[in-house]
């Protein structure tokens, strides 16, 4: 059954860090591409981030550029995503989600449930 978990959120003051865990059980994520959304409330799911399955490039929103960083272990069957200096814009819901494909892709094919960030003083 595949299956992805997210971890690693939780309150932090504006200028904290942050990081997301995105664990995978299942499947291997190595021939996964793996993104990163996120959910405020009444507003849209947003792309945050991405990295590909082959050659691990990496794509991220103009919003976290330079903040935020998104890596993959395979050995742990895991994805990060390294969040500095946030600021309140950044609270959400945070999920990841993969599809089998090299590239990173608009659409996935598997979630997690998501996990909140809350960034204020």
């Known amino acids: 059954q595949v299956q992805l978990v997210e971890s690693g959120g939780g309150l932090v003051q504006p200028g904290g860090s942050l990081r997301l865990s995105c664990a995978a059980s299942?499947?291997?994520?190595?021939?996964?591409?793996i993104g990163w959304f996120r959910q405020a409330p009444g507003k849209d799911r947003e792309g945050v981030s991405c990295i590909s399955s082959t050659d691990g490039r990496t794509y991220y929103a103009d919003s976290v550029k330079g903040r935020f960083t998104i890596s993959r272990d395979n050995a742990k069957n895991t994805v990060y995503l390294q969040m500095n200096s946030l600021k309140p814009e950044d609270t959400a819901v945070y999920y990841c989600?993969?599809?089998?494909?090299?590239?990173?892709?608009?659409?996935?094919?598997?979630w997690g449930p998501g996990t909140q960030v809350t960034v204020s003083s």
């Open positions: 989600a993969a599809r089998h494909i090299s590239y990173c892709p608009y659409e996935f094919d598997y």
């Open positions: 299942g499947f291997t994520l190595d021939y996964y591409a």
